[in-house]
């Protein structure tokens, strides 16, 4: 299949998956029209390769939360930025997917929270560490002595409370702070 297709196919998925939850809960057609076209700018926006369905799964949970349930009323497009904010806050969704999906539905960008006050230099030692690169491995990755990042390694397991590669993989994976591996 060729890279032309790829924004196609997501936006595709999106569409069945948003026609079938709202088949089920009695919304229209339009709205899986409209999370299709959002899926689409999330896809272009993050890059993603066609088989990464957390901007599907973001996208219609955005999108959702626009729209009146019968056990809620719609949520303005700034109370429903929030509330996956929080959740990528929580953990419990990428926060690089979130603020695409945001993006692309035209929110202003807010400045990333980091669990634990992590720098952005730390989450990205933390990241490769979690992959299983070794010390030397990450340092030359970005470019940095050993002793540097080392001492990355120590200030980041401080904060986030572990002291062991393991625990710092099990608090990477539990808020989100692992991305796709570069190819």
Do not use: N
Not at 33 to 39: G, I, Q, Y
Not at 50 to 77: H, I, K, N, W
């Amino acid at each position: 299949m060729t890279e032309t297709f790829r924004p196609l196919r997501l936006a595709e998925a999106a569409a069945v998956l948003s026609l079938a939850t709202d088949l089920a809960m009695g919304q229209s057609l339009e709205h899986g029209l409209r999370t299709a076209l959002l899926a689409l700018r999330t896809a272009q926006a993050m890059g993603l390769p066609e088989d990464d369905q957390v901007a599907v799964f973001y996208t219609d949970c955005y999108q959702g939360m626009r729209e009146p349930r019968a056990y809620r009323s719609a949520l303005s497009p700034v109370a429903a930025a929030d509330e996956m904010c929080r959740e990528a806050e929580a953990g419990r969704l990428s926060p690089e997917a979130v603020h695409a999906v945001l993006h692309a539905a035209g929110q202003p960008r807010r400045p990333a929270r980091r669990p634990a006050g992590l720098s952005e230099g730390e989450c990205e030692v933390l990241g490769l560490l979690a992959r299983g690169l070794a010390t030397k491995q990450v340092a030359r990755r970005l470019g940095i002595s050993a002793k540097t990042c080392d001492h990355h390694i120590q200030r980041l397991y401080s904060k986030a409370g572990v002291s062991t590669r393991a625990g710092a993989t099990l608090f990477a994976l539990e808020h989100g702070l692992l991305s796709p591996p570069e190819p």
